[in-house]
C-alpha cells in the first residue's frame, strides 16, 4: 500500500514522502536537509520535480549526490537525469504513473498523477500538482496567461471526483478566507474554513485535499457560479458579471488575491 506522508521544509511548503515496499520517492525536495533526516538510514530511490522554482528544486543537488538516485522532472531544470513530459507515461513504485502539462504558474510545469489499485479493483488516484492548484486556490501566474492558468486547472478538475490533491504549500486557511470573502453564502467553504482553522491551530497539516473538495470550495474553479462571477466583477469595477468570459473573471479573482 502506497504512504504518502508530508516533509516540512522552509516557511511553508511540503516535499511530499512517498513509501511503498521498503521503496522511497520525494516530490519537490525544497531542502535536502529535512529528507535526510526523515529517510535515516534507508535509501532515497528518486525525486520528482514538477516545476523550476528554487523551494521545490534547491535540494537536488545534495540528494543526488548523497543517494546516487534518479531525478525525473521537466528537461529545463538543471540536475533532472530523467526528464518527463507531457504525455508520458511509466511505472513508479510498481503504480501506473502520468505526466500532464500543466502551463500558468510556469510554462514547465508538470502534474504527476500515480494511480494505486485497491484490493477490490479500483483505482485511488494520488495527484502531485506542485503550485497550480492549491487547497482552496491556485498559484500566481508568473510566466503563463490566465487563459492557460484556467485550462490547466479546468483539465485537473476532470480527473476522478476522489482524486487526492498533494499541493505543494500550507496554504489553506489564507486561501479558504479570500474563497469565503468571494463566495459568503458557500456553506462548504465556512465548514472546510472552521474544520482548517481547528487543524491549523493544533499544528496539523490541512492536505491532502480532492478534486471533490475543491470543486465545491476553490473560487478559482467555481467562475461559472453566480456569486464567484459577481465577486469578479465588482472587483473589475463592473456591476454585473455580463459579457465578462470565464477567463476574465478568473483574471479578476486572481489579481484579487495577489493583493488579498
Not at 511503498?20 to 525544497?30: F, L, Y
Request: include cysteine; charged fraction near 20%.
Amino acid at each position: 500500500m502506497l504512504s504518502v506522508t508530508p516533509i516540512p521544509a522552509l516557511n511553508d511548503n511540503y516535499i511530499w514522502h512517498l513509501e511503498k515496499d521498503g521503496e522511497h520517492w520525494v516530490v519537490d525536495p525544497g531542502e535536502a536537509e529535512p529528507v535526510i533526516k526523515t529517510l535515516g538510514e534507508a535509501p532515497l530511490s528518486g525525486i520528482l520535480i514538477t516545476h523550476h522554482h528554487y523551494d521545490h528544486t534547491g535540494g537536488i543537488k545534495t540528494l543526488h549526490k548523497h543517494y546516487e538516485c534518479p531525478v525525473f522532472g521537466p528537461e529545463s531544470i538543471k540536475g533532472v537525469t530523467n526528464p518527463i513530459a507531457d504525455g508520458d507515461t511509466f511505472l513508479l513504485l510498481g503504480l501506473p504513473t502520468e505526466v500532464r502539462g500543466i502551463p500558468g504558474h510556469t510554462l514547465d510545469h508538470l502534474a504527476i498523477i500515480l494511480k494505486e489499485e485497491s484490493a477490490s479493483g479500483s483505482r485511488q488516484p494520488h495527484l502531485f500538482c506542485g503550485d497550480t492548484l492549491f487547497a482552496a486556490g491556485c498559484g500566481r501566474i508568473f510566466e503563463g496567461t490566465p487563459k492557460q492558468m484556467l485550462n490547466s486547472l479546468q483539465m485537473l478538475t476532470k480527473l476522478p471526483k476522489h482524486t487526492l490533491v498533494y499541493c505543494a504549500h500550507e496554504y489553506t486557511l489564507s486561501n479558504l478566507r479570500f474563497a469565503h470573502t468571494v463566495e459568503p453564502g458557500n456553506t462548504a467553504v465556512s465548514e472546510r474554513l472552521a474544520h482548517t482553522q481547528t487543524l491549523r491551530q493544533s499544528g496539523e497539516p490541512t492536505l491532502p485535499s480532492s478534486i471533490s473538495e475543491e470543486l465545491a470550495t476553490n473560487p478559482f474553479l467555481r467562475c461559472q457560479f453566480p456569486e464567484v462571477a459577481q465577486s469578479g466583477a465588482h472587483h473589475l469595477g463592473r456591476e454585473t458579471p455580463e459579457e465578462l468570459s470565464e477567463v476574465e473573471i478568473f483574471s479578476s479573482l486572481r489579481d484579487w488575491k495577489d493583493h488579498f
